[in-house]
């Protein structure tokens, strides 16, 4: 229903009403204060906008600080405590300090100190035996037991903790001698027919990199009956790397072999220089080299 009032005679006799004017819409209306009163006089409390409505604690159960198995009707206290209660249950399953008013979780420690981020130490700084977690292995002085395909398997170290790589097993099946193997080396070779005294280029060079020369052979049929020299040099009349002399009669042929496993290798030249094969005598002579480039 629409907004009503009603009119008696103003300042008229009897008791007084205390009331405020105010304007409802068109009309000028008295207002009459209410106001919540306990049993006596001492209880009235007005309730206004800057005031507000008052509420005696203890009907909230917000006097005293009983156990939280007390507030059997569920107050809105009770349930506050309990929830604090709890808090602090679960605060005390750490060892916490009070620390800028934060609780501050300190994980075990012998000093007690507050859990911080552990750096890593820098290249080639002393180690931190408090540092981070390092990647290790398994010490064993033979060979670990095969486990099944897929499995999980330690790292396999010696007892010095130098990590153990297998050189001797066969290569997979399908896979050449010659590239990229076990070893990491990019594996090459050549074969030439010589038959010219001195100086003879056998590989170019190669810039930034060394020749790394790991298997060689020699032969002919020719007759050196007078002696044959063949030296292999670190570049055109360079440092001798290896050397043979060959003296047999001259029905006989001649040969020599002189290999490694890589990684292992015979000689190794000097960064952008040619293998030359100088021969003291014009005489045919097979050649080949195996080597890679480091």
Known sequence: MADGYIQVPPDSTGKKTDCEELTVGVNVVERQRIQIAGTDAADVAPVSAT??????????????????????????SGKL???VAHMVSLLARFPTTLLNGRFQVVLATSSNQPVEPIV???HDAADDSNGPAKIGGRASTSLPAAVADGDRVNAYFDANGRQVVA????LPAGTNALGTVGHGKTLKSVSLSLSTS???????AVAAKKLTIYALSLTTKADISAGLTAKF????????????DALVPATQSWGVVEAVAPPGYLFQLTTNTKLVLNLSAAKATQVNVSYWEE
Do not use: C, F, H, Y
């Open 51 to 76: 005031e507000g409505l008052k509420v005696q604690a203890s009907a909230l159960g917000a006097t005293g600080d009983a156990a939280v198995t007390t507030d059997a009707a569920g107050t809105v």
């Open 81 to 83: 405590r309990g929830l």
């Open 120 to 122: 890593e130490p820098a």
């Open 167 to 170: 050189l001797d097993q066969p």
């Open 198 to 204: 001195g100086d003879n280029d056998i590989i170019a």
């Open 233 to 244: 040099t670190d570049g055109a009349a360079g440092t001798q790397m290896w050397a043979a």
